[in-house]
């Protein structure tokens, strides 16, 4: 209802403000879109499977090929563009975060050498990795048919960038601050080096390190979207960027489609990474919010 009321008084250069019925209005188009175009891509193939079933019966010896389908993206296919890339940067930066931040947990000198870097680079906006990144991509990843285009791993690496510290910062804390009475339990027990890692610190340290994560997905997606609409990536911050330059009568419905997309698939995966959090969890009555 508030929402109702205030969007009509509110005028813009693309038109009124959408409201609830002009963005679902634009939310049945953009599936209908979706529709219509894999009914293209489909109608596509079997004109090309036609075509070479003719040939191959004229002439069994002869050489056909599917071609790849090129028609635009749809808003659906941007979201699992924009997934794909999140999730890549995430599990990339989740890899070398928890590690390090055990490390650095667990030895003092390791902490205090790493610390002020993580504190250097940790405020860093993406806008000024953006710049960086692209040109050292561009410069590296070069290759006449690569394996990934180059929009998707400026995005992966610039999301991986902003998204590590979160994680590395709260497994140090977590680590550094297990129990004093279990770290005597692996002396009596008389642990091996990664027997102590595995069976002691980081089920231990499991609440503060799944924080961190959350925080890092939180970030990354936020930080993915900036960077699919500066650096033109394929997924929604493109989408979002190319309907506002459009500039038509549905542009502004799309958008706030898109920003109420971008929020649920925000709030999914953090419930994603809280599911994944009380299934590892060893203290199954923890309150997790």
């Given amino acids: 209802f508030l929402w109702y009321n205030a969007a009509k008084m509110i005028d813009t250069s693309l038109g009124q403000f959408p409201g609830p019925v002009q963005v679902w209005e634009q939310t049945t188009n953009l599936a209908a879109e979706h529709q219509q175009e894999r009914q293209r891509k489909q109608d596509f193939i079997a004109r090309q499977e036609a075509r070479n079933a003719q040939i191959l019966a004229a002439n069994p010896q002869a050489h056909v090929e599917i071609r790849p389908y090129t028609g635009k993206p749809t808003f659906l296919d941007q979201i699992g563009t924009s997934l794909f890339t999140v999730l890549s940067g995430f599990f990339l930066a989740s890899l070398i975060a928890i590690p390090l931040g055990i490390l650095i947990g667990l030895n003092e000198s390791a902490y205090a050498a790493v610390n002020p870097l993580i504190q250097l680079f940790k405020p860093v906006s993406p806008l000024a990795w953006l710049p960086l990144v ?156």
């Fill in 134 to 289: 692209t040109m050292v991509v561009s410069a590296v990843y070069v290759s006449q048919d690569p394996t990934f285009s180059k929009s998707f791993l400026i995005s992966m690496f610039t999301v991986l960038l902003c998204c590590l510290w979160p994680t590395v910062i709260n497994t140090a804390v977590g680590v550094a601050n297990v129990s004093k009475d279990l770290l005597n339990v692996s002396q009596v027990l008389r642990l091996g080096a990664l027997s102590h890692v595995f069976k002691i610190i980081v089920p231990a340290s499991l609440p503060l390190m799944f924080t961190g994560l959350r925080l890092s997905l939180g970030i990354a997606w936020m930080v993915l979207i900036a960077a699919e609409m500066l650096a033109q990536s394929p997924g929604l911050g493109k989408f979002v960027w190319d309907e506002f330059q459009n500039g038509s009568s549905n542009s502004l419905g799309r958008i706030m489609v898109a920003v109420l997309a971008i929020g649920l698939i925000g709030f999914l995966l953090d419930r994603a990474m809280l599911l994944l959090q009380q299934k590892v969890s060893w203290d199954k009555h923890a309150v997790l919010r």
